[in-house]
């Protein structure tokens, strides 16, 4: 039988090392490559031609999900599983948006883990079934894709001056967005609206 092939990209290297020992005792797995980061994982891809790829979502260098993007326009026969330690409904929904095939988290054990590897090799979808309640009962983002742009920008505490300069907006445009953004997710302040976000997983 011919190994499933499988990539894994998360930022810390003690994961990354946990995950492809529990994998390779998997008789018909093989870890076929490794990547620290959303931009690595996509060069790795293509370096290994593998037939999995498990991603988190926290990452520098871009995050899990749009790298799970790029992968599914340049390798469209690749399937990407999301692994992530933030079981967050909206990470869910963007990551299926994103092209997807599972989502499920860092605690799932492992003989459910390589499971979940060979069904979504298999061309089915698995989703942590909690997860798959929790975003029907949340609903999708409240946020404009600009409103949901500003407020990733706002994250780094940069004044109303700086965000326009770098977004490329008017002062009065980024105060207009961000006091939309406290408004539906009816926070205290844009402090708060992030947090708010980060929570759902909007952002």
Do not use: C
Not at 20 to 31: H, I, K
Not at 196 to 203: F, I, Q, T
């Amino acid at each position: 039988m011919t190994p499933i092939r499988v990539v894994l990209a998360d930022d810390q290297a003690l994961v990354r090392g946990a995950l492809a020992a529990l994998l390779d005792l998997e008789p018909d797995l093989e870890v076929v490559g490794q990547a620290e980061d959303g931009e690595h994982v996509v060069r790795v891809v293509a370096e290994t031609a593998p037939d999995v790829v498990l991603m988190d979502v926290e990452m520098p260098g871009g995050d899990g999900i749009d790298a799970t993007a790029l992968l599914r326009e340049r390798h469209p026969d690749v399937r990407v599983l999301v692994v992530t330690t933030f079981g967050r409904p909206g990470y869910l929904r963007r990551a299926m948006q994103a092209g997807a095939s599972g989502f499920v988290v860092k605690d799932t054990p492992a003989h459910a883990l390589a499971d979940a590897v060979r069904r979504v090799h298999a061309g089915l979808r698995v989703v942590d079934p909690a997860l798959a309640a929790d975003s029907l009962a949340l609903g999708d983002s409240p946020l404009t894709p600009r409103e949901t742009e500003v407020l990733r920008a706002a994250e780094s505490g940069a004044t109303i001056a700086q965000l326009a300069r770098t977004l490329h907006l008017s002062e009065g445009t980024v105060r207009n967005h961000l006091s939309s953004v406290i408004g539906k997710t009816t926070a205290r302040n844009r402090a708060d609206a992030v947090r708010v976000a980060r929570e759902a997983g909007w952002l």
